[in-house]
C-alpha cells in the first residue's frame, strides 16, 4: 500500500491539474460567449459548476397521453398476469 505522503502528493498534483482545466473551459466559455451557458433551475448556486439545466414543463395533453399510455400498458400486465395464474 501506498504511504501517506505519496498519495497526499499525487491529491496535490490532481488538483492543480483540475483547476488548470477549469480555468481552460472558463476560457473557452467566455470565448464563445453566453450562449452556451446553462440555464439555472431558479435556485442560486452555491458553486458554480454545479448549476443544473432547467427541465421543460409538461403540457397537460402530454401528461394525459401518458398516463393513458401507462393505463393499457398496466392493463395488459395483469390480463397477462390472470391467463399466466
Do not use: F
Not at 496535490?12 to 473557452?28: C, F, K
Not at 431558479?42 to 448549476?51: A, C, F, L, P, R
Amino acid at each position: 500500500m501506498p504511504n501517506k505522503r505519496l498519495l497526499e502528493l499525487a491529491l496535490t498534483g490532481l488538483e492543480v491539474e483540475r483547476e488548470r482545466i477549469q480555468s481552460e473551459i472558463a476560457e473557452l466559455k467566455r470565448q464563445l460567449g453566453s450562449k452556451t451557458q446553462p440555464i439555472a433551475r431558479g435556485v442560486e448556486s452555491q458553486d458554480e459548476n454545479s448549476i443544473v439545466k432547467k427541465r421543460q414543463q409538461m403540457s397537460a395533453s402530454g401528461r394525459r397521453k401518458i398516463s393513458l399510455m401507462m393505463k393499457r400498458r398496466w392493463a395488459e400486465r395483469r390480463k397477462a398476469q390472470k391467463i399466466s395464474k
